[in-house]
C-alpha cells in the first residue's frame, strides 16, 4: 500500500496539497510516482502564473511516460522548487518532502472540500489498482 499521510487533501488526478493559512504546497503522491517510475524531468510554471482548480501546472517526464500534473485548487503560483530542474529524482526519494513542486496563494479554500482525506485516497487507490 502506498504512503499516504493524514495531514493532506488528495485529488483523484494523484496530487496533494498541505494547506497552511493562505498558502497550499503542492506535489505528487507516492502511489503516483510509484505508478511513474524513474522521473527524469518535472516541468513547471512561473512564479505568478495562476491556475483554476484541476487546471495542469506541468508535467513530470519518466523512463515511462509524461504525465501532466494538476493543481487542486485554485490559486496564484507563489514559489517553484527550482531544485526539482537538477534533481527531478527527488519526486521518487521523497514526494511529500523535498519534491514539493509549487506553493500558491489558495483562491478559494472551499475547493478543499471537495477533495479527499488520506482514508479516501487510499480507498479510492484500493479501487483504481483492483
Given at each position: 500500500m502506498a504512503n499516504v499521510p493524514e495531514n493532506l487533501h488528495y485529488s483523484k488526478d494523484h496530487e496533494w496539497i498541505r494547506v497552511e493559512g493562505d498558502t497550499g504546497t503542492i506535489g505528487i503522491t507516492d502511489h503516483a510516482q510509484n505508478s511513474?517510475?524513474?522521473?527524469?524531468?518535472?516541468?513547471?510554471?512561473?512564479v505568478g502564473e495562476s491556475f483554476a482548480a484541476h487546471e495542469a501546472f506541468g508535467s513530470v517526464e519518466s523512463v515511462k511516460a509524461v504525465s501532466e500534473l494538476f493543481v487542486p485548487v485554485s490559486g496564484e503560483v507563489l514559489e517553484v522548487n527550482e531544485s526539482l530542474q537538477d534533481e527531478p529524482e527527488k519526486v521518487n526519494a521523497d514526494p511529500y518532502g523535498g519534491a514539493w513542486m509549487i506553493r500558491l496563494r489558495v483562491g478559494a479554500k472551499g475547493e478543499l472540500d471537495s477533495l479527499l482525506s488520506a482514508a479516501e485516497y487510499e480507498d479510492y487507490l484500493s479501487t483504481e489498482t483492483e
Open positions: 511513474l517510475g524513474d522521473v527524469v524531468y518535472v516541468e513547471l510554471p512561473k
